[in-house]
Nanobody
Framework: QVQLVESGGGLVQAGGSLRLSCVAS????????MGWYRQAPGKQRELVAE???????NYSDSVKGRFTISRGNAKPTVYLQMSNLKVEDTAVYYC??????????WGQGTQVTVSS
């Protein structure tokens, strides 16, 4: 069982920035894709960004040019640098990690609130 610990959420004004972090409790060699999803009140959970171990990335159209996903080298970590935040970015953000041969694990979520 892989545990994911997220940090970095909080309250920020529109136009501001936040950086989310997530670390997985396993070896880096067993993790393929890591990413971030979000769920706003009354809406379905949606992909924000993901990054495979080879470095390829995939972003939601709504965050392209504003958010940047990156991964750590020593541990299975994933970061989400969020800039020019908008009120509509308000959501609970979830970290994910895909373990080879096992499946996807989810973090407990971290709240991001953007005020106008």
């Amino acid at each position: 069982q892989v545990q994911l610990v997220e940090s970095g959420g909080g309250l920020v004004q529109a136009g501001g920035s936040l950086r989310l972090s997530c670390v997985a409790s396993t070896t880096i060699f067993s993790i393929n894709t890591m990413g971030w999803y979000r769920q706003a009140p009354g809406k379905q959970r949606e992909l924000v960004a993901e990054m495979v171990s080879g470095g390829a990335t995939n972003y939601s159209d709504s965050v392209k040019g504003r958010f940047t996903i990156s991964r750590g080298n020593a541990k299975p970590t994933v970061y989400l640098q969020m800039s020019n935040l908008k009120v509509e970015d308000t959501a609970v953000y979830y970290c994910t990690a895909d373990q080879t041969g096992v499946g996807r694990f989810w973090g407990q979520g971290t709240q991001v609130t953007v005020s106008s």
